[in-house]
Structure formats: C-alpha cells, structure tokens
C-alpha cells in the first residue's frame, strides 16, 4: 500500500499507520554535494534504482569509504552499489545547477524499529539521522555519550563538544531530519540518537 500524503504549497505531510507501507517522498538537492540520509529504501536498495527519479542530474554518491560514479545514463560504477538506513551519503548533482533546486522522489518502505543503532569505530563516521526534526544537538545525544563524541559535522556546519565547559560549540545546533553527519568518537561505541526512528504509527511534518 502507498502512503497517504497530504501536499500544500509549502510543505508535505506524511500519515501512516502499523502495517506493510511503501512511503513516497521527495528529497531536495541543489547544485554540487548534498549530505544526505534515506529514512525509507525500496526493497531494491541498489544506487541506480534509489537515485532512479534523479536522472542524469546526479553524478556520483560518495558514502563513508565508498563512492559511486555514473558513467553514462543508468550506469554507475564504483565501491558503493547499495543504500542504507544507517549511512550518510553525499549525492553529487550536476554542478552547473548550483543555483537551482532538483528534488526526487523516493518509493521505499521506513526502517521497522523504534531506534537504530549504529556501531561507530574511533576516529569519523558517516551516518544518518532519521529522528526527530529540528532536534537540539545536546537533546539528540544521550549524555552517555558525552565522554565519546568529540565533534559533529553536516553540511556546511560543525560544533565539538567541550568537556570543561561541557557543552557544544559551533554554528551546528540542529539536526535536520533526513541530512547525514559525521560523527567523530575517541572510541568504538554502540551509539543511537535520542528520539528513536521514523517508523510506523507518526507523523512527519517535513518542508522541502
């Protein structure tokens, strides 16, 4: 079954409820690197068939030690071959439409479990945030992992973390549903953001 979806000019509104749902959404993109996360994949999780909807306008996808190039119109090739849940990715569009805004859409089915859990090892990793929009930083990381995470970084912004003053510093205070970050630990952690996952059962009100 598709996803019940509600549209006004200014943003999307997606309903569902328990069951087996396939949920259509759109992604916006502009010209250049996008950081980015997939809160729904299809059951064909391959890079060609995710990024289906973006045509030629999308030139590669870089993830953590991955990437993929498309070659020619449907053909990529490269390390990366398939899209997850937990990952960031940056997704590569046609940089002579720096100032315009593409978007495409994603038919997929949302992650199933109430919270993800992500196995970081020391040093940077590229994940995705699929939790609650607009969350604080300091309210999205459980302070158990304070003594870990040393620094965050998404698209354009960054903010470490100072255990004197034991508080984050920098222009990233938010994190943005559907955007990918790296985060840097001093140790291998079984981490989760706090808010769990989009799932069943909720509402996502999302501006694109």
């Known amino acids: 079954m598709v996803l019940k979806s509600v549209t006004n000019t200014s943003h999307k509104q997606n309903v569902a409820s328990a069951g087996n749902y396939t949920f259509s959404y759109d992604i916006s993109l502009h010209g250049g690197a996008n950081l980015k996360s997939f809160w729904a994949i299809p059951a064909d999780n391959s890079v060609g068939n995710v990024l289906l909807s973006l045509g030629t306008n999308a030139t590669g996808i870089i993830g953590e030690g991955e990437a993929a190039s498309q070659i020619t119109p449907g053909n990529w090739v490269g390390s990366l071959s398939s899209i997850k849940s937990t990952s960031g990715y940056w997704i590569k569009v046609d940089s ?3 100032n315009q805004n593409i978007g495409f859409n994603v038919l997929g089915f949302p992650y199933q479990e109430p919270a993800i859990s992500y196995e970081l090892h020391e040093g940077y990793n590229l994940i995705s945030y699929i939790g609650l929009d607009n969350a604080l930083l300091e309210e999205a990381i459980p302070e158990e992992f304070s003594e870990y995470i040393t620094s965050i ?3 354009g912004m960054a903010s470490i973390y100072s255990p004197e003053l034991q508080q984050w510093l920098g222009n990233l ?12 630990t001093n140790a291998p952690i079984n981490f ?13 009100k999302k501006h694109y």
Do not use: P, R
Not at 175 to 180: A, C, K, P, R
């Open 153 to 155: 970084i998404g698209e």
């Open 173 to 184: 205070n938010e994190l943005d549903f559907g955007s990918g970050y790296w985060i840097e």
């Open 96 to 98: 002579d439409l720096i």
């Open 192 to 204: 989760y953001w706090n808010g769990g996952a989009a799932n069943t059962n909720f509402i996502i």
